[in-house]
Nanobody, 125 residues
Framework: EAQLVESGGGLVQAGGSLRLACKTS????????IGWFRQAPGKEREGVSC????????YYTDSVTGRFTFSTDSAKNTVYLQMNSLKPEDTAVYYC??????????????????WGQGSQVTVSS
């Protein structure tokens, strides 16, 4: 059974940092593209950062470019999202997800097969 478990969320002041981790199991980690999404209250789920191809190309939504960094640790079947210079508008539940499809449109939630349960990130002003 495929599983993705997020950790590392919490409450932080604006300008602070958090690192989210997504531990995966039950599927071939190297064969799936992993993405990070977030959903704020009353808003649609948004693709934050995701793997576009097996060569390491990574997508970032404009609002996090230069502040967030996606990384992977294949030995641990884990991906990370380092979030720096956090802003109140980054407040959301953050999800990781796994997709069989490698594409430059990796920010589309409909492409993903497996999802984690989410981790709350709250940034205070």
């Amino acid at each position: 059974e495929a599983q993705l478990v997020e950790s590392g969320g919490g409450l932080v002041q604006a300008g602070g940092s958090l690192r989210l981790a997504c531990k995966t199991s039950g599927f071939n980690f190297d064969a799936f593209a992993i993405g990070w999404f977030r959903q704020a209250p009353g808003k649609e789920r948004e693709g934050v950062s995701c793997m576009e191809s097996t060569d390491g190309s990574t997508y970032y939504t404009d609002s996090v470019t230069g502040r967030f960094t996606f990384s992977t640790d294949s030995a641990k079947n884990t991906v990370y999202l380092q979030m720096n210079s956090l802003k109140p508008e980054d407040t959301a539940v953050y999800y990781c997800a796994a997709s069989r499809f490698w594409t430059t449109h990796c920010d589309r939630a409909s492409l993903y097969d497996y999802w984690g349960q989410g981790s709350q990130v709250t940034v205070s002003s």
